[in-house]
């Protein structure tokens, strides 16, 4: 798939920059739904070594309703910006933006392993993508997302909001039994109740929905066989 971006800008950028240009494309971030059905979703999972200043990405796309998987890729590539936390989307995007390019046709919906709304700016890196390619996303786990819940219901199915600052961010999930809650909240396009009513359509059994369950068992597989994240810089 050729990547036909709405906004593009550099990713090599200082710190300074890239908040400059974080606080630009969060004003750009649609809150409401503009989802109909997808013909195509896409899951997107990530893997940082640190150690190594190494960042990993899986995609894996599928065909709704039957979820046939349609394409895949997992790529790695070296970090070249600072480990800011709120500004992860600039080590994390370029890689993401590669395997997106080569997992098959243009997905309509990407579910991503990474913060959306429930962010400090805004604009975490499933909302950043959105906003790039002008896809509804929705953050489906991930880790650095703000707000809080109350406890989750053993039950699977059970779910509860999310809520920081008075305001509902996106929900906590029971997606199986004894598993810790998934957190659910929406990138790019889709609002609170799009966003949960996707990820609960696309659950197979697993913790996370099936394009990112296969996505994220991509990178496992990778990091199993070679003791750590793929050693070939294949995007840079």
């Known amino acids: 798939m050729d990547i036909d971006l709405q906004f593009a800008h550099a990713f090599e950028v200082t710190p300074e920059e890239a908040f400059r240009i974080q606080q630009d494309l969060a004003r750009r971030v649609v809150r409401d739904n503009r989802l109909g059905v997808p013909s195509v979703i896409m899951g997107v999972e990530l893997l940082r ?64 392993g990474a913060p959306g709304w429930a962010h400090p700016a805004g604009l975490g890196p499933a909302a950043h993508l959105g906003v790039l390619l002008g896809i509804p996303t929705i953050a489906c786990g991930g880790k650095g997302h703000l707000g809080q819940h109350l406890p989750v219901p053993a039950d699977p199915g059970a779910r509860v909001a999310l809520i920081h600052r008075g305001q509902v961010l996106g929900e906590a999930i029971r997606t199986r039994p004894g598993g810790a809650p998934l957190i659910v909240t929406p990138g790019h396009g889709l609002d609170v109740q799009a966003a949960t009513h996707w990820v609960r359509a696309l659950l197979r059994g697993h913790r996370l929905p099936e394009p990112s369950h296969m996505a994220a068992a991509m990178l496992r597989d990778a990091r199993r066989k070679l003791g750590t994240l793929l050693r070939e810089d294949r995007t840079s």
Not at 51 to 76: M, N, Y
């Open 49 to 112: 070594d640190r150690g190594l200043g190494r960042v990993a990405a899986a995609a894996v796309s599928v065909r709704w309703p039957g979820l046939e998987v349609v394409g895949r890729a997992i790529a790695d590539r070296a970090v070249r910006f600072p480990p800011i936390r709120d500004l992860a989307a600039f080590a994390e995007l370029p890689v993401m933006l590669h395997v997106l390019s080569e997992a098959g046709p243009r997905p309509d919906l990407v579910l991503v």
